[in-house]
């Protein structure tokens, strides 16, 4: 389904070779270190940017997101606090801002509220990698009411049948899973991922994201032609956490260079 968020995305491709989404746990380490990697993030020029509600059992993440949804939760974020960065960071930002999350969280705050406080804070729509394609009906109905994109994930494991089913449900972009396993490891850039998004392309023309284990201006460099977003996440919080904020400003920057 073609959406403003897709529009966006296919305006961005015509001035890039391939685009930047990026990632932040809100409340790890900090709210104020979260703000610093979003003023980084814009200087960058990233093409869009997801904002993790942390959770206490993050399944789909690594031992780095596991440890920082931890923490972020000890560090009192609640959804008030959530919303509260999100708002702030709508209006002093440029790119459009998406929720990932999980589904428990969601089904205690309810389908209803959860769409209407996330349009009203300006998110562009959510990701929730637990929450399966049969369970989401409301949810999407709901989403459409408030012009938001669930974001639908697909991964190599599928078959085509569901493939398909998952793509014919996508809005704004799709989410390629580019490997088994959780977030964090190193993926290979190869002939499988290539045929994996070929497959995904079969079944929809909306702009394809690839997520889970990318690094570095290498990685997307290789990606160009086959996805149009390329998603780093866990790389950059490793080098802030390792090597602080120049480093991290350098690894954007790196990044960022190898979308034009």
């Known amino acids: 389904m073609s959406s403003k968020l897709s529009e966006y995305l296919r305006n961005r491709l015509k001035e890039k070779k391939i685009l930047l989404m990026t990632h932040t746990v809100v409340g790890y ?17 990233v093409d869009m940017v997801e904002l993790q509600m942390p959770f206490s059992e993050p399944i789909a993440d690594g031992p780095l997101f596991v440890k920082a949804n931890q923490e972020a939760l000890k560090n009192g974020i609640d959804w008030n606090a959530y919303f509260d960065f999100m708002r702030r960071a709508h209006k002093k930002f440029d790119f459009p801002l998406l929720l990932i999350g999980y589904y428990n969280s969601v089904f205690v705050m309810g389908h209803r509220s959860f769409c209407s406080r996330l349009a009203e804070h300006g998110a562009s729509g959510y990701l929730l990698p637990d929450l399966p394609l049969e369970e989401m009906e409301d949810l999407h109905e709901l989403s459409k009411e408030h012009q938001l994109n669930p974001i639908m994930m697909c991964t190599p494991t599928q078959k085509d049948t569901r493939l398909q089913s998952i793509c014919a449900n996508g809005s704004g972009f799709l989410y390629c899973v580019a490997r088994k396993g959780v977030t964090g490891a190193v993926t290979k850039i190869d002939p499988m991922v290539f045929e994996f998004l070929k497959r995904c392309r079969r079944y929809s023309d909306l702009p394809l994201a690839l997520g889970f284990g990318l690094s570095n201006g290498a990685d997307l460099n290789h990606l160009q032609g086959h996805a149009d977003i390329a998603v780093i996440g866990s790389a950059l919080l490793k080098t802030w956490e390792e090597k ?3 480093a991290y400003r350098n690894h954007l920057n790196e990044l960022a260079e190898a979308t034009t």
Do not use: C, I, K, R
């Not at 380490?29 to 020029?45: C, F, G, I, R, T």
């Open 29 to 45: 380490p900090s709210l104020e270190d979260n703000w610093q990697m979003l003023e980084e993030m814009q200087v960058a020029n």
């Open 244 to 246: 602080g904020p120049e």
